[in-house]
């Protein structure tokens, strides 16, 4: 079971990326995702969810309106477009999984499957 990150970077204030997890190894078509992030020396935070389904989405206020997370149930991927970006977004990006969860968790204890991370630099 594994959850490939992918897409981050180095990036100019006001510039976008696009990050990608690619799953494998079991189905997560039932499954709620989530990306988290943690900057340096703070705790992770959640950044946004999607449903299983892709129906229903949520996002963390910091980046509601700049961010936007999809999935392609037929890819087994989850994407996080970024827009806008702030040098305060600058953090290791990680998807998460939630297994046949139905909801939209934002809890880090209700992912059981992690990413590795992916660096994402944001520079003023």
């Known amino acids: 079971v594994q959850l490939q990150a992918s897409g981050g970077g180095l990036v100019q204030a006001g510039g976008s990326l696009r990050l990608s997890c690619a799953a494998s190894?079991?189905?997560?078509?039932?499954?709620?995702m989530s990306w988290f992030r943690q900057a340096p020396g703070k705790e992770r935070e959640w950044v946004a969810v999607?449903?299983?389904?892709?129906?229903?989405?949520y996002y963390a206020d910091s980046v509601k309106g700049r961010f936007a997370i999809a999935r392609d149930n037929a890819k087994s991927t989850v994407y996080l477009q970024m827009n806008s970006l702030k040098p305060e977004d600058t953090a290791v990006y990680y998807c998460?999984?939630?297994?046949?969860?139905?909801?939209?968790?934002?809890?880090?204890?209700?992912?059981?499957?992690w990413g590795q991370g992916t660096l994402v630099t944001v520079s003023s």
């Open positions: 190894g079991r189905t997560f078509n039932r499954d709620a």
């Open positions: 998460a999984a939630a297994p046949r969860t139905y909801g939209l968790p934002r809890s880090p204890s209700e992912y059981r499957y």
């Open positions: 999607i449903s299983w389904n892709g129906a229903n989405t």
